[in-house]
């Protein structure tokens, strides 16, 4: 009976010593600086393993906090998650409530951890929709956590890339507004600069400014939509489709995903050097 548990144990800390050495052999080549994830696949895989709804998207919070431990360990600051977008209000209301409370129990989680850990925890999206004490508890954590620079956590709520456009625009016009309202016509300021909407007021005003472009892009459940995700972000992006629901993904497909990045290393980094 002793043995079955002992076998595990070596099991796994013969696997924790395997994925070690193949990160350390993997951080030799470029690496991405930026992940990011749409956890796709989780009520999928509730419905495969016979499991109800909730229980897959426990499984994925669960994935998540896997998937941002090996990004640690291999060195990638920056870590995106899509957990929910504007369009899942549409959901049924039980399983919408069953994701609030997720959340609600991973910004608890994350509170307790980023005591020990220099973790930075960022919400992106419209956070006006979720209830005061969600958008309370999100708030006081990224500012609780502002000062760090280790690792990057952004968590996208409420979320969707052409509100993200929407919001940056409007506050650009407002910044505008109110720093040249003293100018009567409006076309040029006392030091001759144009009062336009640039490239970088738009940038300075997204809800993912706190992190520069992602490196790759993963969806999983072997599909191949970016569901309104980081449009503005991706141009020059890799793209990862991996075929298994988003609480399976483990470290060797991450591990497979970088080796094709670093394949692509050259191109993608001459890309980005064209914009």
Not at 41 to 58: F, I, M, P, S, T
Not at 90 to 111: D, F, H, N, W, Y
Not at 115 to 125: E, I, L, M, S, Y
Not at 245 to 269: C, G, H, M
Request: charged share 25%.
């Amino acid at each position: 009976m002793e043995s079955e548990p002992l076998s595990r144990k070596i099991f796994t800390v013969c696997k924790t010593l395997v994925r070690k050495l193949v990160f350390r052999v993997l951080r030799t080549g470029p690496m991405p600086s930026h992940i990011a994830v749409i956890m796709d696949g989780n009520r999928r895989y509730a419905k495969r393993n016979r499991l109800n709804e909730g229980a897959g998207h426990d499984a994925g919070a669960m994935a998540l906090f896997y998937l941002i431990n090996y990004c640690y360990e291999l060195g990638i600051k920056y870590i995106t998650a899509y957990a929910f977008s504007t369009d899942n209000f549409r959901r049924k209301p039980q399983e919408v409530g069953k994701i609030m409370s997720l959340l609600r129990e991973s910004i608890a989680l994350l509170t307790k951890i980023t005591k020990n850990q220099p973790v930075r925890v960022h919400f992106a999206g419209n956070l006006e929709l979720l209830s005061a004490e969600l958008r309370d508890g999100a708030r006081k954590l990224m500012e609780a956590t502002a000062e760090y620079s280790k690792i990057v956590v952004t968590i996208c709520v409420c979320y969707c890339c052409s509100d993200e456009i929407l919001h940056s625009v409007e506050q650009s016009c407002l910044q505008k507004y109110y720093k040249h309202s003293y100018v009567r016509d409006s076309h040029d300021d006392e030091n001759g600069e144009r009062d336009v909407i640039t490239l970088v007021d738009i940038e300075k005003h997204m809800y993912m400014a706190v992190t520069p472009d992602p490196d790759i892009l993963i969806r999983t459940a072997h599909e191949h939509r970016l569901s309104n995700f980081l449009q503005w972000q991706t141009s020059y992006c890799q793209l990862a489709s991996l075929p298994v629901d988003f609480p399976e993904l483990n470290s060797w497909q991450l591990t497979w995903v970088i080796l094709d990045f670093q394949r692509s290393y050259k191109y993608l980094a001459r890309k980005k050097l064209q914009r």
